[in-house]
C-alpha cells in the first residue's frame, strides 16, 4: 500500500511506457485509490520543433523545441541562399521544452529557414518575417 501524501489523499504517480503504439512516448499516471487510473502528463521520449508562432510575423517569433535528453544544440536562420543569418542557440541544454524568440533585424521581409540540430537529430521549417 503506498504512503499517503501529507495532504491525506490516497495516491500514488506511476510512470509507464507505451511500447505498444510504436510512439516512443512515456506516460505519467496519477493512481486514485477510490476511483481510476488517469493520465496527466505525457512525457515525449523524441526530439522536436514546432513551427514558429506567430507566422508570418513582425516584429518577433516564438521557435519551441523539445530534446528528450541533454545534447549539444544548434538553432540557425538561413535565407533562401542557403547562407547563415542568425545564430539563436549553439550549446549543451539539458533534456526539456524549450522557446527563443527572434527579432529579424536589419533583414528584409520575405521567406527564411529555421533549423534545429543535435546529435543525429536534424529538421528545418519555414517562417516568415512580414515588415
Do not use: C
Not at 501529507?6 to 504517480?13: F, K, P, S, V, W
Not at 526530439?47 to 521557435?63: G, K, V
Not at 545564430?87 to 529579424?104: M, R
Not at 533583414?107 to 519555414?126: C, D, E, N
Amino acid at each position: 500500500m503506498p504512503d499517503v501524501n501529507q495532504d491525506g489523499a490516497d495516491e500514488l504517480l506511476v510512470g509507464a511506457y507505451n511500447a505498444d503504439n510504436g510512439s516512443g512516448e512515456a506516460y505519467l499516471y496519477s493512481v486514485d485509490f477510490t476511483n481510476s487510473v488517469q493520465p496527466i502528463k505525457q512525457v515525449s521520449q523524441q526530439f522536436r520543433l514546432d513551427q514558429n508562432f506567430p507566422n508570418p510575423f513582425n516584429p518577433e517569433t516564438t521557435i519551441s523545441y523539445h530534446l528528450p535528453s541533454s545534447g549539444y544544440v544548434v538553432v540557425k536562420i538561413f535565407n533562401l541562399r542557403g547562407q547563415e543569418v542568425a545564430t539563436l542557440v549553439n550549446g549543451i541544454q539539458d533534456a526539456g521544452d524549450y522557446s527563443i524568440q527572434w527579432h529579424p533585424e536589419n533583414l528584409p521581409s520575405g521567406p527564411y529557414f529555421y533549423q534545429m540540430k543535435s546529435g543525429v537529430f536534424s529538421a528545418t521549417r519555414k517562417l516568415l518575417v512580414q515588415k
